[in-house]
């Protein structure tokens, strides 16, 4: 009750004149779960606030496509050719880190070049400022390596998608329960799909991201356990490969995950 209390007063200070929680019909042995809450964005004052049909429209591209490519490359030169690559084999969730050298550069000439075509998104975001930056620089969804209530909430308040990185099943909830419609697991944890599944059969109200661990051919097993999507680092992006230009061999990579992908089908949104 506390944490549900919290979240309303950060999202009234916010300027968020409608606070509501989200529909959940989940519910488990310990009683109907709690449903997160989030502002509808109808005050104008609210500073880069999304209309619901947007996040709508993320939400279901995620379904949809179910896989996110997440780049970070040691030099600037080559993040826009890798990306390109994996745009080139069939990608259109794409990802840009903030620890890749003028990210949000590169992150604003894609969304420029492919929007309504491909989905760009900002990652290792780690504070309000960082989210700030990202969509003003056109980042259609935020995620961050760990769950940072602030930076939830704070998407949250302005219909945002963001899926902040967990590790446990008490950081999905609590990430859940501040806001966010996704739940990123990372770093991977032991026991792979299996553990995606067991948490997703105890707490189905869940939306599971699972980003480490996931590699060109499990990809689709992540899927069939029950994670809402994945993401794909360096199988995708091969270090070797970047470093040595070969973004014939990541745009292969890329159409071998997507392959493997499309074999599950889309999402049902909870």
């Known amino acids: 009750?506390?944490?549900?209390?919290?979240?309303?007063?950060?999202?009234?200070?916010?300027?968020?004149?409608?606070?509501?929680?989200?529909?959940?019909?989940?519910?488990?042995?310990?009683?109907k779960a709690s449903t997160p809450l989030r502002c509808l964005a109808t005050t104008p004052a609210l500073d880069r606030a999304k209309s619901r049909e947007d996040y709508d429209r993320v939400l279901r591209t995620f379904a949809n496509i179910r896989a996110c490519a997440v780049l970070r490359t040691p030099t600037s030169d080559a993040c826009p050719k890798a990306m390109q690559a994996c745009i080139d084999g069939g990608f259109e969730i794409v990802e840009f880190t903030l620890t890749t050298p003028d990210c949000l550069s590169h992150l604003?000439?894609?969304?420029?070049?492919?929007?309504?075509?491909?989905?760009?998104?900002?990652g290792t975001i780690m504070n309000v400022g960082d989210a700030e930056r990202a969509v003003d620089a056109g980042a259609e969804f935020i995620i961050t390596p760990v769950m940072l209530p602030d930076v939830i909430q704070w998407c949250a308040a302005r219909n945002i998608v963001i899926a902040p990185g967990c590790q446990t099943p008490t950081e999905m909830v609590n990430a859940y329960r501040n806001g966010a419609p996704l739940q990123k697991?990372?770093?991977?944890?032991?026991?792979?799909?299996?553990?995606?599944?067991?948490?997703?059969?105890?707490?189905?109200?869940?939306?599971?991201?699972?980003?480490?661990?996931?590699?060109?051919?499990n990809a689709g097993e992540y899927l069939k356990a029950g994670a809402a999507s994945v993401g794909l680092v360096a199988p995708l992006f091969d270090p070797v490969a970047i470093a040595n230009g070969d973004w014939d061999q990541i745009s292969k990579n890329a159409e071998r995950v997507m392959a493997n992908v499309r074999t599950v089908g889309p999402y049902v949104r909870k």
């Open 1 to 31: 009750m506390s944490l549900r209390l919290a979240s309303n007063a950060f999202l009234r200070r916010a300027g968020c004149a409608n606070v509501v929680p989200t529909t959940s019909t989940a519910s488990s042995a310990a009683g």
């Open 108 to 122: 604003s000439d894609f969304r420029s070049r492919y929007d309504g075509r491909v989905m760009v998104g900002c």
């Open 185 to 217: 697991l990372f770093p991977g944890v032991a026991g792979g799909p299996n553990w995606v599944k067991a948490v997703s059969s105890a707490l189905p109200f869940l939306s599971i991201n699972p980003t480490s661990g996931v590699d060109l051919d």
